[in-house]
């Protein structure tokens, strides 16, 4: 219990000082030095104050969820109840990429479905309200989540690591694109404005995106790419 309790400040510390680093350093760029022309790209209302600091709170919400399931991925780590590993020898350099790419498409899978599932009149106040005050997102918004779906979003990572064999070095990488991803669909404009309408740019959830979502609920639930958008309507 001491262990798990060790970790899980642990984790703490560190999502939430990642999130005022990359988060923080990313509205400083685009919203407050001399690149604030990139944030009015495509959105003439400038965040609000109060949105803000509702979107940090939030955040600092999120993170206990997030810091209590990676402590338990760790505390089973750390007693041999998980299915990562440390040799590449154990399935090879092609299972690296295999591995990955694979968990990429069932999280982009499994998101889409949940996220529709959040938008339910009778699960979305409690469940992803919180996420949508802020109708103009932006760095800050990015880890924003009610508490119970960071948990849920945090126990899908939890369920992969015990059902999937994964290098730990795969992890890392699956956790540093989900950051960036969600980071740059929360600028609240188009970093490449251009790019959605580029063929590869059609296929792969951007900002202009996610920032539609957060005003037009029944459009663009996908997380990384746009094609259960385009089977199921929705794009």
């Avoid at 969820?65 to 440390?86: D, E, F, H, N």
């Avoid at 009778?122 to 919180?130: E, K, M, Q, Y």
């Avoid at 996420?131 to 990015?142: G, I, M, V």
Wanted: with cysteine; net charge positive; proline share 3%.
């Amino acid at each position: 219990m001491k262990l798990w309790l060790y970790y899980l400040f642990v984790f703490f510390t560190i999502i939430l000082a990642r999130y005022f680093l990359i988060a923080g350093g990313t509205y400083w760029l685009f919203y407050l030095s001399e690149n604030i022309s990139f944030a009015k790209q495509s959105s003439s209302k400038s965040p609000s104050t109060k949105s803000i600091q509702r979107d940090i709170t939030l955040s600092i919400i999120a993170t206990v969820a997030l810091a209590i399931c990676s402590a338990l991925v760790m505390w089973s780590y750390s007693l041999g109840g998980t299915r990562l590993y440390s040799s590449v020898d154990d399935y090879g350099k092609w299972y690296l990429i295999v591995s990955f790419l694979g968990v990429i498409l069932l999280q982009d899978a499994s998101y889409y479905f949940f996220h529709r599932g959040f938008h339910h009149r009778l699960i979305f106040p409690w469940l992803h309200r919180g996420h949508h005050q802020s109708k103009y997102p932006t760095p800050w918004t990015s880890l924003a989540l009610d508490f119970p779906e960071a948990l849920l979003q945090g126990l899908f990572m939890i369920a992969v690591v015990f059902l999937i064999p994964l290098h730990v070095t795969v992890l890392c990488l699956l956790l540093i694109t989900m950051t960036i991803w969600s980071l740059v669909n929360h600028l609240g404009f188009e970093l490449f404005p251009s790019f959605p309408n580029h063929w590869l740019g059609k296929w792969l959830v951007s900002s202009d995106h996610h920032s539609f979502h957060h005003r037009h609920y029944s459009r663009h639930y996908g997380l990384y790419f746009t094609f259960w958008d385009h089977i199921f309507g929705t794009n």
